[in-house]
Antibody, heavy 126, light 108 residues
C-alpha cells in the first residue's frame, strides 16, 4: 500500500523560505519510472501543479514558481523535500505530494497522480 | 506549458440528471495522458479517470471520459448525491502536468 505524508511549518513569514518534507512508503524513489509531484491549493481555489521529481533525479518545475522552488530527494529515507524561497501571502495554500508510476502510465494502466498525501496547510503571514 | 481550461465553472443539476464537463487544452494532448480528478469539500483529490477514458480502481461506471486532441469530456450519466464535488482535468504528457481550474457540480 502506497502512502505519502507532508510535514512542515504551518506558519511562515513573508520573505522566509519554506521547507516541506514528503515522507512516503510502499514504493522507492530508487525504482525505475517512479515520480513524486508537489501540488498546492490556495483556500477555496483550484489545484496548482508545482513540480515533479523523477526516480533518476530529473526535476521539472512549473514556470510560475521555477525560480523559487527546489526539489531534492533522499531515497534512503523515502523522502522528497520541497524548498520554496521568498514566501508571499499568495503562497498560502494546502500543499500536497503525490505518487506517479510512470511504468504503469506508459502501459496505460494508470495516470497522473494516483496516490495523494493528506496535505499540509501553510499560511504566510507576518 | 499546456494551459487547461474547464467549462463551465459551475454546473447546477439535480440528482439523477446527466452531467457533462468540458476540458480544453491550449495544444494537443495525447489521449494517453489526460486525467480527471474528483475533490469533495475538505478531502484530498482522487484520481477518477486516466488515459482519457479509463476508470481508476473503484470508480463507478456512471463516470465516463472521452475526447481527443484538445477537447475532452467527463460525463456522469446519472448524478448520485455523492457525486456533487469539484472536478479537475489534468494533462500529464508534458511537464509541467497542468490542471484545469475545476468545474463545481452543485445541487440545483
Amino acid at each position: 500500500q502506497i502512502t505519502l505524508k507532508e510535514a512542515g511549518p504551518t506558519l511562515v513569514k513573508p520573505t522566509e523560505t519554506l521547507t516541506l518534507t514528503c515522507t512516503f512508503s510502499g514504493f522507492s524513489l530508487s525504482t525505475n519510472r517512479v515520480a513524486v509531484s508537489w501540488i498546492r491549493q490556495p483556500p477555496g481555489k483550484a489545484l496548482e501543479y508545482l513540480a515533479l521529481i523523477y526516480w533518476d533525479d530529473d526535476k521539472r518545475y512549473s514556470p510560475s514558481v521555477k525560480n523559487r522552488l527546489t526539489l531534492t530527494k533522499d531515497a534512503s529515507k523515502n523522502q522528497v523535500v520541497l524548498t520554496m524561497t521568498n514566501m508571499d501571502p499568495a503562497d498560502t495554500a494546502t500543499y500536497y505530494c503525490g505518487h506517479s508510476d510512470l511504468m504503469r502510465i506508459a502501459a496505460g494502466r494508470s495516470g497522473g497522480v494516483d496516490v495523494w498525501g493528506q496535505g499540509t496547510t501553510v499560511t504566510v503571514s507576518s | 506549458e499546456i494551459v487547461m481550461t474547464q467549462s463551465p465553472g459551475t454546473l447546477s443539476l439535480s440528482p439523477g440528471e446527466r452531467a457533462t464537463l468540458s476540458c480544453r487544452a491550449s495544444q494537443s494532448v495525447s489521449i494517453s495522458y489526460l486525467a480527471w480528478y474528483q475533490q469533495k469539500p475538505g478531502q484530498v483529490p482522487r484520481l477518477l479517470i486516466y488515459g482519457t477514458s479509463s476508470r481508476a480502481t473503484g470508480v463507478p461506471d456512471r463516470f465516463s471520459g472521452s475526447g481527443s486532441g484538445t477537447d475532452f469530456t467527463l460525463t456522469i450519466s446519472r448524478l448520485e448525491p455523492e457525486d456533487f464535488a469539484v472536478y479537475y482535468c489534468q494533462q500529464y504528457g508534458t511537464s509541467p502536468w497542468m490542471f484545469g481550474q475545476g468545474t463545481k457540480v452543485e445541487v440545483k
